[in-house]
């Protein structure tokens, strides 16, 4: 049964060396320049923790949205707090690779369905700075998604889905999917900033600043599914991430 739990944060800003928060040796800095995202339609910098009045943890919009992220459980999992991808802020840690087939600690952020966060037609782009080892990759390792591979409205998602740790963004709206894999490895414990990007025309993903792209329309995307960060879900099958993530993002570009 998951759970919505509150999350134990450090005691001071990120869990600092020393402390394993979601796998191996301490982060390196950025490998790109931090990007400005005081724009975005919403951002969770993980800066910030507050209580809800069900004595829940949450990570609210750092713009000021509205919006906040829970934390969502199974099997004992958890989510951690550590040093974020800048070297000075906090980012977010997910559960270590389990190797049994069933019962393994699950967790994700899930942010609640809400039409600000629809795209609909208009161009858009998500992304979110991570941190992954090279023993941490699996073939499906979800960084940030909206709705299922079946689900109405459509779907965008970027998740590591390679054991070589190379990123990919699939947008689908109705049975138009456009899906374009990123020919750069992040899986070799430091930080990078990954992007999916659509636009009229295509998608396209870019890894501290190597771009690749593949071409193809993509109608409206609108969603009745919350944002999860983390995993798509916690059953059994899906791709959960078991690095860190930071500076999680949403930009949807103003209507002509």
Same mark, same amino acid.
């Given at each position: 049964m998951a759970a919505v739990v509150a999350l134990l944060a450090c005691?001071?800003?990120?869990?600092?060396p020393g402390d394993d928060g979601g796998g191996g040796a301490d982060p390196a800095p950025?490998?790109?320049p931090t990007s400005d995202l005081s724009d975005a339609t919403m951002w969770?910098?993980?800066?910030?923790q507050r209580l809800t009045f069900r004595g829940e943890t949450e990570f609210p919009d750092a713009v000021g949205g509205g919006f906040a992220a829970l934390v969502v459980t199974a099997n004992d999992g958890t989510v951690e707090?550590?040093?974020?991808?800048?070297?000075?802020?906090? !980012?977010?840690?997910?559960?270590?690779?389990?190797?049994?087939?069933?019962?393994?600690?699950?967790?994700?952020?899930?942010?609640?369905?809400d039409p600000a966060l629809?795209?609909?037609?208009?161009?858009?782009?998500?992304? !979110?700075?991570?941190w992954v080892a090279p023993d941490q990759t699996t073939?499906?390792?979800?960084?940030?998604?909206?709705?299922r591979f079946d689900t109405e409205g459509g779907l965008w998602k970027l998740q590591v889905d390679s054991l070589e740790g190379r990123p990919s963004c699939v947008v689908r709206s109705g049975d138009d999917q456009?899906?374009?894999?990123?020919?750069?490895?992040?899986?070799?414990?430091a930080w990078h900033r990954v992007v999916c990007r659509r636009d009229g025309s295509g998608v396209e993903i870019e890894v501290d600043g190597v771009v690749d792209r593949e071409d193809g329309e993509t109608g409206s995307v609108d969603s009745e599914w919350p944002i999860r960060i983390g995993s798509p879900g916690l059953g059994e099958q899906d791709d959960q991430f078991h690095g860190r993530i930071d500076d999680v993002y949403l930009r949807i570009a103003p209507s002509a």
């Open positions: 005691t001071t800003s990120g869990c600092g950025t490998t790109a969770l910098s993980f800066e910030e707090v550590v040093a974020g991808a800048d070297g000075r802020g906090d !980012a977010v840690a997910f559960p270590e690779k389990c190797e049994p087939t069933t019962g393994c600690p699950r967790a994700m952020l899930e942010v609640p369905p629809d795209a609909g037609t208009a161009d858009f782009e998500f992304g !979110a700075a991570v073939t499906g390792s979800n960084i940030v998604q909206r709705g456009v899906l374009v894999r990123s020919a750069v490895s992040v899986a070799d414990s």
